[in-house]
């Protein structure tokens, strides 16, 4: 039973972060058809730019607390300086062009990105961490659930995905600027006739998408090591995660990090090396049984 | 019959790998090993890439190959090892099969033939490529290259976690000989570089065969329109599996080739990382002949060598920019410039 729960508890953790991840490029998807390999960099850059800003932070001997605000502004300057910079600057020039071929650009994007990250910080691994040893990690505690104990961040993780999920529903739904998106989503050309601002959606949904990623990267950067490289490995789960949930689908994300979470905690706590192969089984799996995805739209069909 | 100008450049290109590699300097001979290695490999997925149907996870069948060469008799045991737990008889039989085919030949050819190993390679990619092709011939877009995504990875998965096989570290090997001809250093270094160079530039030739045949200019067709291949009353699945079996073999046989070149093999030859890297090259070449991919492979690892002799935190930056430019200004690839040139004259 007590292993059940830590399955439970772990998926849990492990799932709010890969829904935070997800969430970005399902939308960048839904909305620009582009599925962009380069998120893991943006993931990245946020992990980075987060140690920078908490290491002003504690160089000027301000208190531990603050940090949370560092990481926080991280992601929202991550967001606000490489999203517009890599649509305006690039993808705008490629839209229209095959799925796959700006599949090839993002990945253009995510070797160029790996390389600045690295002329940037260097290669050694980085910790988000005060002078005294103190990280933002550690500063909330513990809690204790059904005898197992854990650091009170992971609350934290799993408090921001919920808002999220929460506020871009909200969106989504109920706002102006949320049902041009969808309208967006569901059919370009239509939307463009209507005279929705198709490129101004665009800028807008890369914009947050790449934030979102940033987020993801912040908040990661206090519970590891900093490497480089650490953006390949998160794209590639975040992949599993937006396929097996249905490309482009909100509630697919979150469905989708769901599975990919408990799978991975089940298979760590009962069988430890069929950890990797389990998620990508479950993704190979769902795409054979539902080959777009669990929650896909019913596409018009297109002759 | 008359003869076509890529086979009398293949040929012309076969004689001159030949004659000149005795000459070159040994890091210009490793230079094109890996080159036409990977072009093996990128013009496999070039014979896919005509279906319109692009595999982020080709890298399944490289490492596979890559495996299945180096590990064949491991393999072939532990195949036997699992029949004999069978109960059934048939099951025991089959099973076993593999084990009997290694010993037979092992003991004509002795231990870690060349012949053996890329045989073997290109049996285990044909089968699993063949039973895959059920599923994936069904899908296309990004579909088809997440499925196929999700393939490697598992293998992926399973290789690094399988002790046996060395997990993340892999492990070495060393070919001993070539059809039963023993080798050692000088010799071994040499019988490597022409089996590599007859390998690919014949499997080019073979390409360039099929993509002539009525099978193979169907490809193209259904990248255009499958209702209107399937009017006409050719089948789409079929022709898509067949050029899916024959890409995961060539990627099969490269990786066999490049186990036996580089001498050490691990499971990051699955990862995606490696499957988009053969994708780019793709890209980058251009599907205008079947010699594009080895003149693709050869400018990507030339850039790749060099960019990190001079510059080691920044060759992943130049070859990002170059795919930029290409994707940008040349959407043909490389090989279309040779197109231009010319009409140009």
């Known amino acids: 039973m007590g292993q059940f729960l830590a399955v439970v508890i772990d998926g849990l953790i492990y799932s709010s972060w890969l829904f935070i991840i997800a969430v970005g490029l399902t939308l960048i998807y839904g909305v620009m058809k582009i599925l962009n390999i380069a998120h893991g960099s943006l993931y990245a850059l946020g992990a980075f730019t987060s140690v920078t800003f908490t290491s002003a932070w504690f160089a000027h001997g301000y208190p531990v607390m603050g940090s949370y605000a560092m990481l926080a502004l991280a992601a929202v300057v991550v967001g606000l300086v490489a999203g517009p910079v890599i649509e305006r600057g690039l993808l705008r020039f490629l839209y229209g062009k095959d799925e796959v071929v700006l599949v090839l650009v993002t990945y253009a994007l995510f070797l160029i990105l790996e390389d600045l990250i690295k002329l940037v910080w260097g290669v050694d691994p980085l910790f988000v961490q005060g002078p005294k040893g103190e990280t933002p990690y550690a500063l909330l505690g513990n809690f204790t659930i059904g005898g197992l104990t854990y650091p009170t961040y992971n609350l934290l993780l799993v408090g921001v995905a919920v808002i999220t999920a929460i506020v871009l529903t909200w969106v989504l739904a109920r706002t102006r600027a949320g049902k041009l998106l969808v309208a967006v989503i569901h059919d370009r050309e239509t939307a463009a006739a209507m005279g929705v601002d198709v490129g101004k959606t665009y800028f807008v949904t890369f914009t947050l998408g790449a934030m979102l990623a940033a987020v993801g990267g912040a908040l990661t950067a206090p519970t590891v090591s900093v490497v480089t490289g650490m953006g390949a490995e998160v794209i590639v789960i975040a992949f599993a995660v937006v396929v097996i949930g249905g490309l482009g689908s909100l509630p697919g994300a979150a469905l989708g990090a769901l599975i990919v979470g408990l799978v991975r905690a089940a298979s760590i706590h009962y069988r430890p090396e069929l950890e990797l192969f389990a998620v990508y089984f479950v993704m190979a799996v769902v795409l054979i049984v539902r080959p777009k995805g669990l929650f896909s739209a019913a596409e018009v069909r297109k002759i | ?345």
């Not at chain 2, 007859?198 to 193979?216: C, D, E, I, S």
């Not at chain 2, 793709?282 to 594009?292: E, K, N, P, Q």
């Open chain 2, 1 to 345: 019959m008359k003869l076509d100008r890529t086979t009398v450049t293949i040929a012309v290109v076969t004689v001159v790998l030949l004659v000149a590699g005795p000459f070159l300097p040994a890091w210009m001979t490793s230079l094109l090993r890996i080159s036409l290695c990977y072009g093996i490999v990128v013009l496999g997925l070039m014979v896919l890439m005509r279906t319109g149907r692009v595999s982020f996870g080709h890298g399944l069948y490289f490492c596979l190959g890559a495996y299945a060469a180096a590990a064949h008799d491991k393999l072939a045991n532990t195949l036997a090892e699992f029949g004999d737990a069978s109960s059934l008889a048939v099951v025991r039989g089959a099973l076993r099969l593999p084990k009997l085919l290694v010993d037979a030949v092992s003991g004509a050819f002795g231990p870690y033939d060349i012949a053996v190993m890329l045989v073997f390679a290109v049996v285990v990619t044909g089968l699993t490529a063949w039973i895959l092709g059920f599923l994936l011939r069904k899908y296309r877009d990004i579909f088809f290259a997440m499925l196929s995504l999700a393939f490697s990875m598992i293998l992926y998965g399973l290789l690094v976690k399988s002790s046996a096989l060395g997990s993340t570290d892999g492990f070495n090997i060393a070919a001993k000989s070539l059809a039963g001809i023993k080798l050692e250093d000088e010799s071994l270094r040499n019988a490597i570089y022409a089996t590599i160079v007859l390998v690919a530039m014949v499997a080019a030739w073979l390409v360039n065969l099929y993509l002539r045949t009525h099978r193979g200019r169907l490809a193209e067709a259904i990248r255009d329109n499958e209702l209107r291949v399937e009017y006409m009353g050719a089948s789409v699945r079929n022709t898509i599996h067949i050029n899916y079996v024959m890409s995961a073999v060539l990627a099969g046989i490269g990786g066999a080739l490049m186990a036996i070149h580089i001498g050490h093999i691990d499971p990051e030859m699955s990862y995606w990382t490696t499957s988009g890297e053969v994708v780019f090259i793709a890209i980058l070449a251009g599907t205008g002949s079947v010699l594009a991919p080895f003149l693709g492979a050869l400018i990507f690892e030339t850039i790749r060598s060099f960019a990190y002799e001079y510059s080691p935190n920044t060759w992943q930056m130049a070859l990002g920019i170059t795919m930029l430019l290409v994707i940008l200004f040349l959407p043909g690839g490389l090989w279309s410039l040779f197109g231009k040139m010319r009409k140009a004259a």
